[in-house]
């Protein structure tokens, strides 16, 4: 195996996880013992190659500019504010464009996907990004298929992360297809992360979203409802819990939600279910049973009333297998 070229491309207002996360992966890579030579050639760009200047106020100096970068095997663009401002970027943009069938892959990390998104090359692809801007990704560009909830998707020469961490398991996905599964492992063995994490993102933005609204004695609820979903979650358990009586319980926990506890009971049950299902590990009847459900059926109902898909057919489309294909 020759080695591989791998060009970041910084811009001011990048974000530093967004560049350095993907770029340590690969760097691990390359310390493994195994090789006999390092697999990876790790070159930072920027489009003039002047130094460019971090998100967090770090200014970086790269290895050269877009035009003196080639030859590449793989080309990332990480997020940042700066991605947003796709003006500034116009000549990123048209270099990509112009040279993307030069690259085997080609990949955004985060909110990179802004300026991956104006070359045209998504269009009729599927992608994701951060949670947060994944509705106005697919209001500006209605021809790529979003998908809000994956960590990572792979079509074609192209791939998409979702925000920050999640272009690290882009990278180990990367280093799995060109070293193989065991030096992937590895690598994540040694940044002490995941190799695959299982479900979507979506299982990380709802219950912060709980704690962070939490005060009081809210404050460690969705924690523990988290950690005993399979036990008695009815409201006269959770007032207990919170020492209020149960009708003083559902005032103040709809008031501070914006919904009743048995309808946020069922959605982390629910989202807790669907984070379960991609991974295949477990049946789906096991799975209803772990999260709290007394039927197989009245789990299905629940879960098809709230995702509009079954969970069988959930599993299928989510399955780390189909979101790496």
């Known amino acids: 195996m020759g080695v591989k070229r791998i060009g970041f491309i910084g811009y001011d207002g990048v974000t530093a996880l967004d560049l350095f996360g993907p770029l340590e992966v690969f760097d691990t890579a390359n310390t493994r013992p195994a090789h006999a030579q390092r697999p990876y050639e790790l070159v930072v760009l920027s489009p003039t190659g002047a130094p460019f200047e971090l998100e967090q106020g770090v200014r970086v100096a790269p290895h050269a500019a877009l035009a003196d970068a080639f030859p590449l ?16 970027a116009r000549e990123t943009i048209a270099w990509l464009k112009d040279n993307a069938a030069r690259f085997r892959r080609i990949a955004s990390v985060c909110i990179g996907i802004y300026i991956l998104a104006e070359t045209g090359l ?39 992360s979702a925000g920050v961490t999640a272009g690290i398991d882009l990278a180990l996905a990367m280093v799995e297809e ?4 065991e030096a992937a492992l590895s690598v994540a063995r040694d940044l002490v992360v995941y190799l695959k994490r299982s479900g979507g993102q979506m299982q990380f933005s709802e219950p912060l979203q709980f704690q962070i609204r939490a005060t009081d004695r809210f404050a460690d609820l969705a924690d523990w409802m988290l950690r005993n979903l399979r036990g008695d979650l009815s409201i006269d358990a959770l007032a207990e819990r919170a020492r209020l009586s149960p009708r003083q319980f559902s005032r103040r926990f709809k008031a501070a939600f914006g919904t009743s506890p048995g309808d946020y009971v069922e959605r982390l049950r629910l989202d807790e ?6 991974a ?4 789906v009847e096991s799975i209803a049973a772990s999260v709290g459900y007394a039927s197989d059926d009245a789990f299905r109902r629940a879960f098809e009333r709230h995702f509009g898909v079954a969970p069988s057919a959930y599993r299928q489309q989510f399955s780390p297998r189909k979101q790496a294909s």
């Open 280 to 283: 295949g590990s477990q049946t």
């Open 178 to 181: 060109d070293l193989g599964s």
């Open 273 to 278: 279910a669907r984070r379960r299902l991609p």
């Open 122 to 160: 998504l269009d009729g692809r599927r992608a994701t990004t951060h949670w947060r801007f994944a509705n106005d990704v697919a209001r500006r560009f209605p021809r790529i298929t979003m998908n809000p909830d994956a960590i990572y998707i792979r079509d074609g020469q192209l791939s998409t």
């Open 73 to 88: 095997d793989t080309v990332i663009v990480p997020g940042g504010a700066g991605a947003r401002d796709t003006e500034k």
